[in-house]
């Protein structure tokens, strides 16, 4: 099975905003998905253009975007995903 690719936008709104703390994932995670998924760091995952800064940080969880995400939010649309598999 392939792994859940995991993007975590690091780009300044991202980051002041709750990315640095997002990026302490894999530290989080629970046993039993930590080999499935693959967590990194973007750049900029282009979601703040438009006036969505009140929506950042931002996370790509395979195909899907998680604004305000937090730890629990993004290991809840893992777990979603991996049920859909």
Same mark, same amino acid.
Request: glycine fraction near 8%; charged fraction near 25%.
């Given at each position: 099975?392939?792994?859940? =690719?995991?993007?975590? !936008?690091? @780009?300044?709104? !991202?980051?002041?905003? +709750?990315?640095? %703390? *997002? &990026?302490?994932?894999?530290?989080? *995670?629970?046993? +039993? *998905?930590?080999? =499935?998924?693959?967590?990194? +760091?973007?750049? !900029? *995952? +282009?979601? !703040? =253009?438009?006036?969505?800064? @009140? &929506? /950042?940080?931002?996370?790509?969880?395979?195909?899907?975007?998680?604004?305000? /995400?937090?730890?629990?939010?993004?290991?809840? &649309?893992?777990? %979603?995903?991996?049920?859909?598999?």
């Amino acid at each position: 099975m392939d792994k859940i =690719k995991v993007e975590i !936008c690091v @780009g300044t709104t !991202c980051f002041i905003l +709750g990315a640095s %703390e *997002l &990026q302490e994932l894999e530290r989080f *995670l629970p046993e +039993g *998905l930590r080999d =499935k998924v693959d967590i990194t +760091g973007a750049t !900029c *995952l +282009g979601m !703040c =253009k438009d006036d969505n800064y @009140g &929506q /950042a940080p931002f996370v790509r969880v395979g195909n899907r975007i998680v604004s305000n /995400a937090s730890i629990s939010s993004v290991i809840e &649309q893992i777990e %979603e995903q991996l049920k859909h598999r």
